[in-house]
């Protein structure tokens, strides 16, 4: 799938690409990866210093560069319109973004259902509803979001964390059926067992050195990216054979 990188490289130069969620493991990888191939970058976080400074590191000039909660409506149109006003419409929006609470049932408050929905869901949709007018107005454009496995299959104790990323997928089935007519492609790739700080703060015993890496998946989005015109690719999932501890 990877093998001719470099042939494909020029497909990437100078496409105008957002990454949302860009301060996380899979984000940050996946700019880097993009911004080797001379694509216009646009970045998006909530963590205004790791956003900063992967922004400088890139040498991303801070015109396009946008600190914010992607739940915030106000805030991602403002986002839109100056990305407009600077590049015209997006080539690609990569929604790297999101939020995973896993806990059993019982111990999961409303308040945190509530959260994973705004934050993997809704989301996805202000992105979605801002950026997609453009792309149908230019006729043409790439949508790529990161449902994971548990928007395709789910697990014990991931109730909100599935529910919302089931959400995504239906909403962007529907979306791609609106879009029939145009050149505007949606896909949807399924990470599962990424080593991200996703891990970190959830009480599940796993095996990290058996999960994919976080750069290895930035390269399944590069790739993604770099689809042919005359084609889209709908859906990818990509996992370790197991990550979970015996």
């Known amino acids: 799938m990877f093998i001719h990188e470099t042939a494909n490289m020029e497909k990437l130069t100078h496409k105008k690409v957002l990454v949302a969620g860009a301060t996380g493991g899979i984000g940050s990888n996946t700019a880097k990866l993009l911004q080797s191939g001379g694509v216009q970058l646009y970045l998006t976080g909530r963590n205004a210093g ?5 922004a400088d590191s890139l040498s991303v000039p801070r015109h396009r560069v946008f600190v914010l909660d992607l739940t915030d409506e106000p805030a991602v149109q403002d986002m839109a319109s100056a990305i407009e006003a600077d590049a015209g419409s997006l080539d690609v929006l990569v929604n790297a973004a999101g939020l995973g609470i896993i806990k059993p049932i019982d111990q999961l408050s409303s308040a945190e259902f ?61 979306i791609r059926e609106e879009l029939k007519r145009t050149n505007v492609r949606i896909t949807n790739i399924f990470l599962g067992g990424v080593d991200s700080p996703f891990w970190d703060e959830i009480d599940l015993r796993v095996q990290k050195d058996k999960m994919i890496r976080p750069e290895e998946a930035a390269r399944a989005i590069w790739f993604l990216c770099q689809q042919p015109e005359s084609g889209v690719v709908s859906e990818m999932v990509l996992q370790p054979f197991n990550h979970q501890a015996i």
């Open 50 to 54: 790791k956003l900063h400074a992967l």
């Open 114 to 174: 509530m959260m994973t929905l705004q934050a993997n869901l809704l989301a996805g949709f202000l992105l979605v509803k801002s950026f997609l007018p453009p792309m149908k107005a230019n006729g043409k454009g790439l949508i790529i979001n990161i449902p994971g496995v548990l928007g395709k299959v789910p697990m014990a104790g991931a109730a909100a964390y599935s529910a919302s990323k089931y959400g995504l997928v239906g909403m962007m089935q529907s």
